[in-house]
């Protein structure tokens, strides 16, 4: 089946810790981000990848790093999460450069940050 | 620059009654626009799309959209609303020549019974 797959579902951790949302798609797609999603402000892009190794910033990237070894993957990373990153985070991923390409959405993760 | 916005944050529907999400963007380009749907604690599903192939797309779920260049409006609309529609819909923009999708706030739909 194709999909993406976002890994924790839900994560609460301290301010400091360091942690890491996995992102997989198993859609060849080149094209992967990240989202946020807080209430009122429907999804912003934090980063996005282009091919491997390509990554660029989005509309919110501070505080967060992205990387893209493998056109599969693209973990996010929060070296030193803070309070106002507790949000809801989608990865997803799209074929090609193509206008009438919709982007596939993860199911999500839900992180608080405490 | 483009933006999307949905002008109303919540809408509340009696089942069985029409359903009007409006949606309004601004683009410098000709865009692609889409509608996904997120059911609570799900991810979000394509609901359509416009390409310029047609200005009235029709979607899953009876759900269809109308783009409408001169008033700048891509509004969805379902003519019978089922309990299971009770979702937040965002309406979505794609520039012409990058992979930048550009969300609208979001709007929580309600169905009464």
């Known amino acids: 089946e194709a999909q993406v797959t976002q890994n924790p579902r839900y994560l609460i951790t301290v301010t400091g810790k360091k942690l890491t949302v996995t992102c997989s798609q198993n859609?060849?797609?080149?094209?992967m981000s990240w989202y946020r999603q807080d209430p009122g402000l429907g999804l912003r892009q934090i980063y996005y990848?282009?091919?491997?190794?390509?990554?660029d910033k989005g509309d919110v990237p501070e505080g967060y790093k992205v990387s893209r070894k493998e056109k599969r993957n693209f973990p996010l990373i929060l070296e030193s999460p803070s309070p106002n990153q507790t949000s809801l985070y989608f990865c997803?991923?799209?074929?090609?450069?193509?206008?009438?390409?919709?982007?596939?959405f993860g199911q999500g993760t839900r992180l608080t940050v405490v | 620059a483009q933006s999307v916005t949905q002008l109303d944050s919540h809408v509340s529907v009696s089942e069985g009654t029409p359903v009007l999400l409006r949606c309004n963007y601004s683009?410098?380009?000709?865009?692609?626009l889409f509608w996904y749907v997120q059911h609570p604690n799900k991810g979000l599903q394509l609901l359509l799309k416009?390409?310029?192939?047609?200005?009235l797309v029709k979607g899953i779920n009876g759900f269809e959209a109308e783009f409408k260049k001169s008033e700048t409006s891509f509004h969805l609309t379902k003519p019978s609303a089922h309990m299971s529609d009770a979702a937040e819909y965002f309406c979505?923009?794609?520039?012409?020549?990058?992979?930048?999708?550009?969300f609208g706030g979001g709007t929580r739909l309600m169905v009464k019974p």
């Open positions: 997803a991923s799209s074929p090609r450069r193509q206008m009438n390409t919709e982007a596939f």
């Open positions: 859609m060849n797609h080149e094209y």
């Open positions: 990848s282009m091919n491997v190794e390509v990554t």
């Open positions: 683009s410098s380009y000709s865009p692609s």
């Open positions: 416009y390409t310029s192939a047609a200005t």
């Open positions: 979505v923009v794609r520039l012409i020549a990058g992979n930048m999708l550009t």
